[in-house]
């Protein structure tokens, strides 16, 4: 269905529909669209202008241990005194949010939605015809979970394609820096390890595909390790001219083929490696889409900050004060640093003429407060994690009657191969650089 095409039958809220985007554990996503230009009641009166480049942010109801036990308000606190300041107070780095009041018909209205839309993944997972074909099927794990109540929610900026050439795309960055619970002796970080688990454990016919070890991709290679030489790789700057890289050679990317002016860059290898962990860091996208993203963020100083800020608020060194935290008593160090670690990182980037990739830009999203209650599910994990041997990939394959596991491509572990010793200092940071304007197109 176009994105704005009406859904069949008569219109429920009269002179607007919602259109599902996406949902998490604690909120729902969803498009507003409406029937005329101006008019309406008052309320739609209202919701229209603040509507116009954001998208609902609707709270689910309230479960035990669910982050929805923060309010709107509680969230946008948390963000304005908390979050923001840690990063310099720069806006331009995460969509932006403002709260909205939402009357019951609309709560109503994202209900039905969602009984539908349980009702279609049921059908999926019987082989039988959806009973609601213009809906999508919802996620398993989600099935069952209602929004609500009514009143204060969330809009939040709407990243998607603004035109016919614009592009979009979503990383999670997840644990930049090694979890405080790793034993010393650890091959994997927590990201790959946590992975090898759920892939491993889950039963034949059901392992999840994004876990898969042989296709998994690293998140720390976001931050450490050789990346891409600049002549190997295509960005425009804002005026949409090739830009210069640290050798002055002018070099970009025209139908997935690198032109040169300069000289070779790194050894054919070293090339090929990075491409590799680009394609399964973005998974999902164009090879050479992916390619553009993971060179694109390494030019920006945002994510070596945020590794920064989850490493210092309970990163390697912080064993103690992770374990003698407690739903009672919680690590406040704790509750931000499992917030960095679960945001969401989202890309506009656009194809230009000749096939060339521009960089629009990119923002952080759900950065949303943890709650307390979290905190013995986060302790349990990393004991199963610890006493599993899965940071250091000796969990029990006899078990299965198989050999050695395949382990992903995980930063950590290449490094000790290779004689090192894992680095978690802190990466050296330019404030001013956390997002590099010049090199956007920004208007």
Same mark, same amino acid.
């Given at each position: 269905?176009? #994105?704005?095409?009406?859904?069949?039958?008569?219109?429920?809220?009269?002179?607007?529909?919602?259109?599902?985007?996406?949902?998490?554990?604690?909120?729902?996503?969803?498009?507003?669209? /409406?029937?005329?230009?101006?008019?309406?009641?008052?309320?739609?009166?209202?919701?229209?202008?603040?509507?116009?480049? %954001?998208?609902?942010?609707? +709270?689910?109801?309230?479960?035990?241990?669910?982050?929805? $036990?923060?309010?709107?308000?509680?969230?946008?606190?948390?963000?304005?005194?908390?979050?923001?300041?840690?990063?310099?107070?720069?806006?331009?780095?995460?969509?932006? !949010?403002?709260?909205?009041?939402?009357?019951?018909?609309?709560?109503?209205?994202?209900?039905?939605?969602?009984?539908?839309?349980?009702?279609?993944?049921?059908?999926?997972? !019987?082989?039988?015809?959806?009973?609601? =074909?213009?809906? #999508?099927?919802?996620?398993?794990? /989600?099935?069952?979970?209602?929004?609500?109540?009514?009143?204060? $929610?969330?809009?939040?900026?709407?990243?998607?394609?603004?035109?016919?050439?614009?592009?979009?795309?979503?990383?999670?960055?997840?644990?930049?820096?090694?979890?405080?619970?790793?034993?010393?002796?650890?091959?994997?970080?927590?990201?790959?390890?946590?992975?090898?688990?759920?892939?491993?454990?889950?039963?034949?016919?059901?392992?999840?595909?994004?876990?898969?070890?042989?296709? %998994?991709?690293?998140?720390?290679?976001?931050?450490?390790?050789?990346?891409?030489?600049?002549?190997? $790789?295509?960005?425009?700057?804002?005026?949409?001219? #090739?830009?210069?890289?640290?050798?002055?050679?002018?070099?970009?990317?025209?139908?997935?083929?690198?032109?040169?002016?300069?000289?070779?860059?790194?050894?054919?290898?070293?090339?090929?490696?990075?491409?590799? $962990?680009?394609?399964?860091?973005?998974?999902?996208?164009?090879?050479? *889409?992916?390619?553009? +993203?993971?060179?694109?963020?390494?030019?920006?100083?945002?994510?070596?900050?945020?590794?920064?800020? !989850?490493?210092?608020?309970?990163?390697?060194?912080?064993? *103690?004060? /992770?374990?003698?935290?407690?739903?009672?008593? #919680?690590?406040?160090? +704790?509750?931000?640093?499992?917030?960095?670690?679960?945001?969401?990182? /989202?890309?506009? %980037?656009?194809?230009?003429?000749?096939?060339?990739?521009?960089?629009? *830009?990119?923002?952080?999203?759900?950065?949303?407060?943890?709650?307390?209650?979290?905190?013995?599910?986060?302790?349990?994990?990393?004991?199963?994690?610890?006493?599993?041997?899965? %940071?250091?990939?000796?969990?029990?394959?006899?078990?299965?009657?198989?050999?050695?596991?395949?382990?992903?491509?995980?930063?950590?572990?290449?490094?000790?191969?290779?004689?090192?010793?894992?680095?978690?200092?802190?990466? =050296?940071?330019?404030?001013?650089?956390?997002?590099?304007?010049?090199?956007?197109?920004?208007?």
């Amino acid at each position: 269905m176009h #994105p704005h095409q009406k859904p069949p039958g008569t219109l429920r809220l009269g002179d607007k529909w919602l259109k599902f985007v996406g949902e998490g554990a604690a909120n729902t996503i969803w498009a507003v669209h /409406f029937v005329e230009d101006s008019g309406g009641d008052t309320f739609t009166r209202d919701l229209r202008p603040l509507c116009q480049g %954001y998208l609902l942010r609707i +709270l689910k109801a309230l479960s035990d241990g669910s982050d929805s $036990h923060f309010t709107a308000k509680d969230q946008l606190a948390f963000f304005e005194n908390t979050v923001l300041p840690a990063f310099g107070n720069q806006r331009s780095l995460f969509v932006d !949010q403002k709260l909205v009041h939402l009357r019951q018909d609309v709560i109503d209205e994202c209900n039905l939605l969602l009984t539908q839309m349980d009702e279609n993944q049921k059908a999926s997972t !019987q082989d039988q015809p959806l009973p609601h =074909p213009h809906l #999508p099927s919802r996620t398993r794990k /989600f099935v069952g979970t209602r929004v609500g109540p009514a009143g204060w $929610h969330m809009l939040t900026e709407d990243m998607r394609p603004r035109g016919p050439l614009e592009r979009f795309a979503e990383i999670k960055p997840k644990w930049l820096a090694q979890s405080p619970a790793a034993p010393s002796t650890a091959l994997l970080c927590r990201n790959c390890a946590v992975a090898t688990q759920r892939f491993t454990e889950a039963p034949e016919g059901q392992k999840p595909s994004k876990s898969d070890p042989a296709k %998994y991709g690293c998140p720390l290679r976001l931050v450490a390790g050789p990346g891409p030489a600049p002549e190997n $790789h295509i960005t425009h700057n804002g005026n949409g001219l #090739p830009a210069q890289n640290g050798n002055g050679n002018g070099n970009h990317v025209s139908n997935g083929h690198a032109e040169k002016n300069g000289t070779n860059g790194s050894k054919k290898k070293d090339d090929d490696d990075w491409k590799a $962990h680009a394609e399964r860091i973005f998974r999902g996208q164009d090879p050479r *889409d992916s390619h553009f +993203l993971f060179w694109s963020i390494r030019q920006h100083h945002l994510l070596p900050h945020l590794r920064n800020l !989850q490493n210092r608020l309970a990163g390697p060194g912080c064993a *103690d004060a /992770f374990w003698a935290s407690s739903r009672d008593d #919680p690590d406040p160090d +704790l509750l931000l640093s499992m917030t960095l670690r679960d945001c969401s990182l /989202f890309f506009r %980037y656009e194809a230009r003429p000749h096939g060339a990739l521009r960089m629009l *830009d990119f923002k952080l999203a759900d950065l949303d407060r943890k709650v307390a209650a979290k905190v013995p599910r986060w302790q349990d994990t990393e004991r199963q994690l610890v006493e599993g041997g899965w %940071y250091e990939g000796k969990q029990k394959q006899a078990q299965a009657g198989s050999g050695e596991m395949f382990l992903p491509r995980c930063y950590l572990r290449e490094v000790q191969e290779a004689g090192s010793e894992p680095d978690f200092d802190a990466i =050296p940071v330019d404030m001013t650089k956390l997002k590099d304007v010049s090199s956007l197109g920004l208007p």
